[in-house]
């Protein structure tokens, strides 16, 4: 079982930037494939960013090209997500998952999620 936790959800305005965290609680998180999803108010929830375990195979969205970036840093289990240029139609839960079941890093079919982090961005 891995546990994950998100952090550095907040408030911004549009056109400011947040760095969202997901801290894993094995060492075998390093093995993972990891993604970022996202859920609105009143919508299903999206993908947003994925990054495969060595880091060499990343996705995006297409709403996110070009203005968030994932990462990752193995030794501390941690998987980060750079927003920059943020928009309000960013405002969601942002979640991570590991353990994707799924060839496709983009699909929800990850073993393990987070509880996730709620991004907010005023016009």
């Known amino acids: 079982q891995v546990q994950l936790v998100e952090s550095g959800g907040g408030l911004v305005q549009a056109g400011g930037s947040l760095r969202l965290s997901c801290q894993a609680s094995?060492?075998?998180?390093?093995?993972?494939?990891v993604g970022w999803f996202r859920q609105a108010p009143g919508k299903e929830r999206e993908f947003v960013a994925a990054?495969?375990?060595?880091?060499?195979?990343?996705r995006y969205a297409d709403s996110v090209k070009g203005r968030f970036t994932i990462s990752r840093d193995n030794a501390e289990n941690t998987v980060f997500l750079q927003m920059n240029s943020l928009k309000p139609e960013d405002t969601a839960v942002y979640y991570c998952?590991?353990?994707?079941?799924?060839?496709?890093?983009?699909?929800?079919?990850?073993?393990?999620w987070g509880q996730g982090t709620q991004v907010t961005v005023s016009s």
């Open positions: 094995r060492r075998t998180f390093s093995s993972y494939a």
């Open positions: 990054i495969s375990w060595s880091g060499d195979s990343i």
């Open positions: 998952a590991a353990g994707a079941t799924s060839r496709d890093m983009s699909s929800p079919k990850y073993n393990y």
